[in-house]
C-alpha cells in the first residue's frame, strides 16, 4: 500500500530557515499536502501542491517537489517560535483518502 | 473564517458501550470524512461520505462503526460496541470540491478514552 515517512525530529534556531523532508510511495499521487498540528490542536492545513507542479510559494512557505524521487519538502524561511509544532506530510490521489506521513516534529530554540 | 467544529473534544467510556462523536462540517462543503490517530501512530483514514453515503472506507471502518447526516448540519460517527484499541483522537474533515481543489479541512478532534 501507500506509505509516507518523514524524519521525526528537527531543531531548529529562531531566525533560521527550517526544511522538513518527505518521501512517499504512490506514483499515483495527484496531491501533496503539509499540516501542522500544534499540541492539543488539530490538523491545520498549511499548504499543497499538485503533482503536476515543481514549486508552490506562500509567504514564508516554500514547498519543493521532485516527482521523479517522490520527494516533498517544506521550508519555512525565518522560522519563529510559534512555528514549533509537528508538522505532516500526507498524499492523496482523490483528495479524499489522505495517507500522513509519521509527522515531524519541529522544535525552535532561541 | 469558517471551520470545522466537533464535539466532545474528550470523552471517556467504558469498554463495551456506544458512542457517538459529532462534527459540523464547513457549511457549504460537499464531501466529508472521519480520521483517526492512536497516540504516537500516523493519522489514518477511517471513511468518506457524500451525497448521503459512504464513498469509501478503510478496513478498520468495520460494522462496529457507522456514519450518519442526521441533518443539515451535523455528520456523526458512531462506535457501537467500544474496545479498548478504539482508543485514540477522531478527526472529522470536510472539503468543498475534492477532486477540483484538493483542500481538506479538520477540526480540532475528539480524543475518546476507553476504559
Known amino acids: 500500500g501507500e506509505d509516507v515517512e518523514q524524519s521525526l525530529f528537527l531543531s531548529v534556531r529562531e531566525g533560521d530557515s527550517s526544511v522538513i523532508n518527505c518521501t512517499y510511495t504512490?506514483?499515483?499521487?495527484?496531491?501533496l499536502y503539509w499540516y501542522k498540528q500544534e499540541p492539543g490542536a488539530g490538523l491545520q492545513l498549511l499548504t499543497y501542491?499538485?503533482?503536476?507542479?515543481d514549486m508552490k510559494q506562500d509567504q514564508r512557505l516554500t514547498v519543493l517537489l521532485n516527482k521523479k524521487d517522490k520527494h516533498l519538502s517544506l521550508r519555512i524561511a525565518d522560522t519563529q517560535t510559534g512555528d514549533s509544532a509537528i508538522y505532516f506530510c500526507?498524499?492523496?490521489?482523490?483528495?479524499?483518502?489522505?495517507?500522513f506521513g509519521t509527522g515531524t516534529r519541529l522544535q525552535v530554540t532561541l | 473564517e469558517p471551520e470545522v467544529t466537533q464535539t466532545p473534544s474528550h470523552q471517556v467510556t467504558q469498554m463495551g458501550q456506544e458512542v457517538i462523536l459529532r462534527c459540523v462540517p464547513i457549511?457549504?462543503?460537499?464531501?466529508f470524512y472521519w480520521y483517526r490517530q492512536i497516540l504516537g501512530q500516523k493519522v489514518e483514514f477511517l471513511v468518506s461520505?457524500?451525497?448521503?453515503?459512504?464513498?469509501?472506507k478503510s478496513e478498520i471502518f468495520d460494522d462496529q462503526f457507522s456514519v450518519e447526516r442526521p441533518d443539515g448540519s451535523n455528520f456523526t460517527l458512531k462506535i457501537r460496541s467500544t474496545k479498548l484499541e478504539d482508543s485514540a483522537m477522531y478527526f472529522c474533515?470536510?472539503?468543498?470540491?475534492?477532486?477540483?481543489?484538493?483542500?481538506?479541512?479538520f477540526g480540532e478532534g475528539s480524543r475518546l478514552t476507553v476504559l
Open positions: 474533515a470536510s472539503s468543498a470540491w475534492s477532486e477540483v481543489t484538493g483542500e481538506l479541512f
Open positions: 457549511s457549504n462543503h460537499l464531501y
Open positions: 504512490d506514483s499515483s499521487s495527484t496531491y
Open positions: 461520505f457524500y451525497n448521503n453515503e459512504i464513498s469509501e
Open positions: 501542491i499538485f503533482s503536476n507542479m
Open positions: 500526507a498524499e492523496s490521489r482523490t483528495a479524499s483518502k489522505l495517507t
